[in-house]
């Protein structure tokens, strides 16, 4: 799923507890009309700014400028790949996310004693980190496929 710079800014101003744009913007640094045209898709965060967004709407920095960038090519054949590889970055991050849970919660048995982690956990893991190296090897062909498409070579 590909977020909007309106759920990024919508939300930061949730977890801050600034009731306006104009507050927000001052909180990062920028102008009012500045972020006013971000919401109208003027004109886009630079990426510390998408960043600090990032940080405080507690999502991944890789993904917050897999998005960024994705929204600054959206008119073009660049877009869609940004699209592309930023769903593929949140799976990833998922993937990964119940792979460690499933690590850390294999050490503890139900009396909370420590034992040794089970191996079906390791391999599962290990599955997981070698597909995703699969996927990105993929991701890259793919990406220089239409790179070559799109400059018309």
């Known amino acids: 799923m590909v977020r909007t710079?309106?759920?990024?800014?919508?939300?930061?101003r949730e977890k801050?507890?600034?009731?306006?744009d104009q507050q927000l913007a001052k909180r990062l640094g920028i102008t009012g009309a500045s972020l006013s045209a971000w919401r109208t898709k003027r004109a886009w965060p630079?990426?510390?700014n998408m960043l600090q967004l990032a940080t405080w709407?507690?999502?991944s920095p890789d993904q917050a400028l897999?998005?960024?960038?994705?929204?600054?090519?959206?008119?073009?054949?660049a877009g869609h790949i940004w699209r592309k590889l930023a769903g593929w970055a949140a799976a990833a991050g998922l993937v990964y996310l119940a792979a460690t849970t499933d690590l850390v919660v294999g050490q503890f048995d139900v009396s909370g004693a420590a034992n040794?982690?089970?191996?079906?956990?390791?391999?599962?893991a290990t599955i997981c980190i070698l597909g995703l190296a699969w996927l990105l090897l993929l991701g890259i062909k793919w990406f220089?496929?239409?790179?070559?498409?799109?400059k018309g070579l």
Do not use: K
């Not at 801050?16 to 306006?20: D, E, K, R, Y």
């Not at 040794?116 to 599962?124: A, D, G, K, R, W």
């Open 5 to 12: 710079i309106d759920w990024y800014l919508d939300l930061a």
């Open 16 to 20: 801050l507890g600034v009731p306006s």
């Open 46 to 48: 630079s990426e510390p």
């Open 57 to 59: 709407c507690e999502v």
């Open 66 to 77: 897999f998005e960024l960038r994705a929204w600054i090519n959206a008119d073009n054949a």
């Open 116 to 124: 040794v982690p089970h191996l079906q956990s390791i391999h599962y």
């Open 144 to 150: 220089r496929r239409m790179s070559t498409r799109s």
